[in-house]
Each structure stands twice: as C-alpha cells, then as structure tokens.
Nanobody, 115 residues
Framework: QVQLVESGGGLVQPGGSLRLSCAAS????????MAWYRQAPGKQRELAAG???????NYADSVRGRFTISRDNAKNTVYLQMNSLKPEDTAVYYC?????????WGKGTLVTVSS
C-alpha cells in the first residue's frame, strides 16, 4: 500500500519559516519524481516545487528564491524548506510522487501565514 504522509505545517507569521516533510512508503522512492503542490482557499491546486530522480529542481515563479525542495532517498523523504513566508503562501500543501503513469498524493498539510 502506497502512503505519502506530510508533516510540518502550521501557523507562522509573515517573514517566518517552515519545513515540510513527506515520508513515502510502498514505492521505490528513488525512481519517482517528487513534488509539492499547494491549494489556496478558492483556488486551483498548483505546483510549488518539484525534484527529479537526478536531483534537478523546478519552482513556481511565486516561490523561487524563497522555497527549497530536497530529497533524501535513504529516508524515502522529500522536504520543502519555506522561508520569507507571505500571507499568500497560505494553502494546503500536498506531496506528489510520479513515475510514468503512476501518480500518488498525500492528504496534505495546512500552512497558514498570518500575524
């Protein structure tokens, strides 16, 4: 059974930082491209950051320079370091694993940026 379990969300003030983690099980983690998506209230889900099996990364323009995605294949975990958080970063953040036609999602973790 495939599971992606996100953690690390919460309430943070503008300008603060959070680190999200996504622990994967039931897949050969090293073979999957991993990504973080987010969905703000009333908006569509969007890609925030992705990392390939080789470690190449891509970011949405809105988070580039503030967010960093990384992966630890030995721990089957992908991370999202979020710095200089803004109120518009408020969203549910979802972990995604994809390899060809196989795609899996976590249940999400809520990040709220507010003073």
């Amino acid at each position: 059974q495939v599971q992606l379990v996100e953690s690390g969300g919460g309430l943070v003030q503008p300008g603060g930082s959070l680190r999200l983690s996504c622990a994967a099980s039931g897949i050969f983690f090293g073979l999957y491209t991993m990504a973080w998506y987010r969905q703000a209230p009333g908006k569509q889900r969007e890609l925030a950051a992705g990392i390939t099996t080789g470690g190449s990364t891509n970011y949405a323009d809105s988070v580039r320079g503030r967010f960093t995605i990384s992966r630890d294949n030995a721990k089957n975990t992908v991370y999202l370091q979020m710095n200089s958080l803004k109120p518009e970063d408020t969203a549910v953040y979802y972990c995604n694993a994809i390899m060809f036609k196989d795609a899996y999602w976590g249940k999400g973790t809520l990040v709220t940026v507010s003073s």
